[in-house]
Antibody
């Protein structure tokens, strides 16, 4: 059974940083693209970033380019999202998702709140 | 960026009735469209991919149709557990992958 467990969310001030982690199990992590998707009450679901199996390709939504960095450690079956220069509009639940298109495997999400 | 527009925003349906949800794309997607169901406090659950293929374990009362820019999710006979929010997602032109804003199916 696929399991994705996100961690690292919390309350951070504008301009601050957070690093999200996703621990994966139940599948061959190194064989799949991985993605981060976020959800806000106002904007709904928004794809944030994804990364190829070997980390050689990474893509980001325009609103986070230059501020967020996606990475992975296949030896640890883990996905990461380093978030810098956080803004109020980054407030959301962040989901770890297997794949790069549609996906049947989502984590339970971790809440990031950017507020002073 | 492809913009996905869902309608209606809210659909009020009685249990046992049919629900028809629409999703329109700003550009052609071929059949590269997925539908998700989301209940409060839960992650989205994949229902349909390839516009019409049910995901593993999804009941036959859920069906998807359409291609190009216009797509439909039909729930043939609503059960109590089907009252939720439904999202469409395109994965034809990327990045970015984009989602519709959702349709809430509520009890009439």
């Amino acid at each position: 059974e696929v399991q994705l467990v996100e961690s690292g969310g919390g309350l951070v001030q504008p301009g601050g940083s957070l690093r999200l982690s996703c621990a994966a199990s139940g599948f061959t992590f190194s064989s799949y693209w991985m993605s981060w998707v976020r959800q806000t009450p106002g904007k709904g679901l928004e794809w944030v970033a994804n990364i190829k199996q070997d980390g050689s390709e990474k893509y980001y939504v325009d609103s986070v380019k230059g501020r967020f960095t996606i990475s992975r450690d296949n030896a640890k079956n883990s996905l990461y999202l380093q978030m810098n220069s956080l803004r109020a509009e980054d407030t959301a639940v962040y989901y770890c998702v297997v794949g790069r298109g549609y996906s049947s495997s989502w984590g339970q999400g971790t809440l990031v709140t950017v507020s002073s | 960026e492809i913009v996905m527009t869902q309608s209606p925003a809210t659909l009020s349906v009685s249990p046992g009735e049919r629900a028809t949800l629409s999703c329109r794309a700003s550009q052609s997607l071929s059949s590269n469209l997925a539908w998700y169901q989301q209940k409060p406090g839960q992650a989205p659950r994949l229902l349909i991919y390839g516009a019409s293929t049910r995901a593993t374990g999804i009941p036959a009362r859920f069906s998807g149709s359409g291609s190009g820019t216009d797509f439909t999710l039909t729930i043939s006979s609503l059960q109590s557990e089907d009252f939720a929010v439904y999202f469409c997602q395109q994965y034809n032109n990327w990045p970015p992958w984009t989602f519709g804003q959702g349709t809430r199916v509520e009890i009439k």
